[in-house]
């Protein structure tokens, strides 16, 4: 089996991969003070929790977006997974081509999402990634990553309400009773769940007019099935993307 581990700045998401079958999967909270014996720690709990040992594992596919803790999860793997990860950086094979003005500059959680956009959906298409930054993506017909747009994600948008403004209440991501909030807690999330919804719908179709009609939406990342469900843009929500995308750059590169 093949595990693949993506490391955000708010989860650390896995995946077990049968083939080209995603098994046991989790979605953890990143803790940026962990140290690599608690990870491989944490990875022998998960693969143990489901029926797995370390002889089913057969190779590691990592990316990560967190510099300073790429190495301590890459020490977990050695020291407790017994295995040397294929890490997604300048130099591995991805079978896209990278547009950007900079390559190295793009996350490389994004680029193993536009692998697995043209591998299983094909272009062109706009990837939206609902972390803690919210992503548009742009890819191409021919399978070359152009690049895209960024901004604050919901949860982080909602924590810098809490925090910088005295009075708003630190709230849950829930859909109101209607867009016009009665009370503050409706409010909030109204302009956060419904704002989002609407910037959505309006990138989606500023990137349509660059890359053609035929363009499909992907939606993936933690709260890409809570946004979806308020909008009629979106066209396939996957909220594994990344882990695909690892899966097949680690097949590219064996």
């Not at 370390?54 to 793997?77: E, H, M, N, W, Y």
């Not at 919901?154 to 708003?168: G, M, S, W």
């Not at 991501?173 to 009665?182: A, D, F, H, K, T």
Request: proline share 4%; aromatic share 6%; glycine share 10%.
């Amino acid at each position: 089996m093949l595990l693949t581990i993506d490391v955000g700045n708010t989860n650390l998401t896995l995946g077990l991969y049968e083939g080209d079958q995603l098994g046991a999967h989790w979605r953890l909270a990143t803790d940026h003070n962990r140290m690599p014996d608690e990870y491989g720690l944490q990875f022998l709990g998960l693969l143990q929790n489901a029926g797995k040992t370390l002889d089913d594992i057969k190779g590691i596919s990592l990316a990560s977006v967190v510099p300073q803790l790429t190495s301590r999860v890459i020490q977990a793997c050695r020291e407790y997974l017994k295995q040397e990860p294929l890490i997604v950086d300048t130099g591995v094979k991805t079978g896209i081509k990278i547009r950007y003005e900079d390559p190295k500059a793009v996350g490389a959680d994004r680029v193993c999402d536009a692998v697995a956009v043209m591998k299983l959906y094909g272009g062109p298409a706009c990837v939206v990634d609902f972390g803690t930054a919210t992503t548009f993506n742009a890819i191409t017909k021919d399978g070359e990553y152009l690049g895209g747009a960024i901004t604050a994600g919901i949860n982080l948008a909602a924590e810098a309400l809490f925090t910088r403004a005295a009075k708003l209440p630190r709230i849950d991501l829930q859909v109101p009773p209607s867009v016009i909030g009665r009370n503050t807690v409706h409010a909030m999330q109204s302009g956060l769940l419904f704002g989002y919804v609407s910037m959505v719908e309006g990138m989606v179709a500023r990137f349509r007019s660059e890359l053609g009609s035929d363009m499909k939406v992907i939606a993936t990342g933690g709260l890409a099935e809570v946004v979806a469900k308020e909008t009629k843009v979106i066209d396939i929500i996957a909220p594994w993307l990344t882990l695909d995308g690892l899966r097949i750059i680690w097949d590219i590169n064996h």
